[in-house]
């Protein structure tokens, strides 16, 4: 093998693994989101119910 042909292996692997990490990343972030979301309209909840009661 050349040493062309592992540099441009190497890059691709690279490149493929930060492609997967920022997959990853805005994952985590969709999921965060959603579940802050849904931990506040929970805490929303408790909260109107303990006023109300």
């Known amino acids: 093998m ?3 042909a592992v540099f441009v292996s ?3 692997v690279l490149l ?3 492609m997967l990490a920022k ?3 805005m994952l ?3 999921v ?3 579940g802050s979301v ?3 309209g929970c805490l929303m909840v ?3 119910c303990r006023m109300s009661c």
């Open 10 to 12: 190497r890059s691709c």
């Open 2 to 4: 050349s040493q062309l």
């Open 38 to 40: 849904v931990i506040s």
């Open 28 to 30: 985590g972030l969709v």
């Open 32 to 34: 965060m989101m959603r």
């Open 16 to 18: 493929g693994f930060f």
């Open 23 to 25: 997959r990853v990343m």
């Open 46 to 48: 408790m909260v109107t």
